[in-house]
Structures are given as C-alpha cells and as structure tokens.
C-alpha cells in the first residue's frame, strides 16, 4: 500500500474515485449490516455496562481505528495550485466545525440510543433510525436553507412524521411511561443526525478534505470530546465474568466500535465514490430491516401491530421525501440554492 493518498480538491461527498463494482456492492451490503447490528449490541452490552460507558466506547474504539488508518493512508487533497494539502486541516474554524459535527454525530445521539434501548426493543430503536432521512430534510429545508422542497417532498415528511406518530401509538397508556421517553430519545438522536447533514452540507462539504480525514475527524473530536466526560460517563464499576455472556458484551462493545463506528464510515466513503450520495442514502432502508431481524431472532422480541405499519410509513415517506415517488408528473424537484 501507498503510504499516501492524493486527491484532487473536491467536496467531501462528491465522487473522486472509483470502486469496482462487486466491492461496492459488498461494502454497501457490510455497512448496512453493520448499522443495522448496531442495535443489537447495544441491547447486548447494556447486560454488562452503562449506556454511558456503551457511547464512550464505542466512540473511542472508533476514533484509534480511523486514526490508524489515516495514519497508514496519508490521504492528501491537491491544492488549485497542484500542491499536495496536508493531512490534517490547519484552519482553527475548521476544527470549530468539526467540534459541531462531533457532538451531533456521535456523542449526543451515541447516548440517546443507548439510553433509550434501556425501555425500547433494539427493533423498534432500528426503526426510529429510520427516520433520520425525514429529520435530514426537515434540518436541511427549515434551518440551514440549503435546500427547497417541492410538494411531493413535503408531502413525504409529512407521511414520515405521520408513521413517526403511528409507532409511537399515542392512544395505548402504556406509551406514556419510560418507553415513551425511549422513543423521543431516539427523535432526539435522529433530529441530530439531520442537523449534521445539514451543518456539513453548508459548512464543510467544499472545503478540500480527504474523505478518510473527514471521517475522522468527525469520530476523532468525537474521541476527544468523550475523553473529556470520562468521569461522568466511564467511570461506573463494571463487573464482567468469563462465560458467555462476558464475552458477548465485550464482543458487542468491540463491534459497537471498530466495525460500526471505525471501519463502516470508511466503507460509507468508497460506496460514496462509487455510487453518489444518492444511492448510499439507500442504507436507510437495509438497517431497520436488519434491526428488527435481528432483535426478533436472537432477542426474542416482539412488535405490536402499529410499528411495522408505521415503519412502512416513514419508509415510503423517505421515498417522497428524497424524490424517489411523485405525487404527478409535475411535482417540483428539490434544489440546492
């Protein structure tokens, strides 16, 4: 391997490579798996540690990953002068921004979800996942105006936050206890992975940044911001045993870490090259699949009959929503300003 990668000055997302088709496929398929598992450790791991101690690990472990890689690569953008930019960028706002990013990509929702898997099933946790594209251009439209939506679009956040309402089934009185707050946590984590989309799309993604350094960047200050809360999130007694059970939620935090949050946003960038943003954001669909089948498999876990059917909501929300369905032949497309 190369103990560097030059790249020509492009926005973050934009195409600067190609990957051969299969290993696309294959990676694309990893990720979704991946993302989608992701709940079943956390349910896991909390038989052992705190959801506390679920985020600062996971965070971590993901954070010396992508470190290592970036340090192994030497990723570089070449200049408008044809020079070779470094590593890592030298702006202080730079910095300042991905401070933002990491604490809405990972600290605030690694917690939401972990806390909330505490009174929600991983399955119905995979679902509200699901609803980060509707929260994407909810944030993107309303608060950083980097995008118009037309009729159809609206119309399918509309249908998203109906399905959202549906599967939170407001009329059961057993919805309004401590699994209610478990589902307005995962809103929570959701609602700020829409606002990352939105504050990387107009504030970061022209700046010339290797996609492996705006991964970690994005996890590393992450690391560092988890570093810092240590003493209120880490520092619980943990009492693990050798027997299956031990391993398991070693094995989960382990997977929580290195794949989910370290190798995945790596495979996230190659599918990125090789198909666009628009057809990555298709992992949307895999990951609650994933979730579900997983909790209902190896969990035992059940759904009432108003979480699939609102899962099915926001799926086909998504669908209008990211310009996939129209409602007629003349509904306005969604345009960047």
């Known amino acids: 391997m190369a103990d560097r990668t030059i790249e020509r000055a492009a926005p973050a997302e934009a195409s600067v490579g190609r990957t051969g088709t299969l290993s696309a496929v294959l990676q694309f398929v990893a990720m979704g798996i991946v993302w989608g598992s992701s709940f079943l450790f956390m349910k896991v791991a909390l038989e ?29 953008v070449t200049g ?18 991905f401070l933002v990013v990491s604490v809405t990509t990972c600290v605030i929702p690694y917690l939401c979800f972990a806390w909330a898997e505490q009174y929600v099933s991983s399955s119905l946790a995979s679902i509200y996942n699901a609803t980060t594209p509707i929260m994407t251009a909810l944030m993107a439209t309303l608060v950083f105006r980097v995008e118009r939506l037309g009729a159809s679009r609206w119309f399918g956040v509309g249908l998203g936050i109906l399905g959202v309402v549906v599967v939170i089934a407001p009329w059961q009185v057993a919805g309004l206890t401590g699994s209610l707050a478990g589902q307005l946590a ?30 970690f960047l994005s996890i590393g200050v992450s690391a560092v911001v988890m570093l810092a809360l240590t003493p209120v999130l880490a520092l619980q007694p943990v009492e693990l045993d050798f027997s299956a059970d031990g ?49 209902i498999l190896l969990l035992g876990e059940r759904l009432s009959w108003h979480e699939p059917a609102g899962a099915a909501l926001v799926l086909v929300g998504i669908l209008f929503a990211q310009g996939r369905l129209r409602l007629g032949r003349r509904s306005a497309e969604a345009s960047v300003r």
């Open 48 to 76: 052992g540690v705190s959801f506390g101690q679920i985020a600062w690990s996971r965070t971590l472990l993901g954070g010396v990953a992508l470190a290592v890689i970036v340090a192994v690569m030497r990723p570089r």
């Open 80 to 97: 408008s002068d044809g020079r070779p930019g470094p590593v890592l960028p030298r702006e202080p706002i730079v910095w300042l921004h």
């Open 186 to 215: 995962c809103l929570v984590a959701t609602l700020c992975y829409g606002f990352t989309f939105g504050y990387q799309r107009k504030f970061l993604s022209q700046r010339p940044i290797a996609p492996a350094t705006f991964a």
């Open 247 to 295: 391993w398991a939620i070693v094995g989960s935090l382990l997977a929580l870490g290195i794949l989910g949050t370290g190798l995945a946003y790596i495979w996230n960038i190659n599918v990125l090259r090789a198909w666009g943003p628009t057809g990555t954001s298709t992992v949307t669909y895999i990951t609650p699949v994933v979730g579900v089948a997983l909790g």
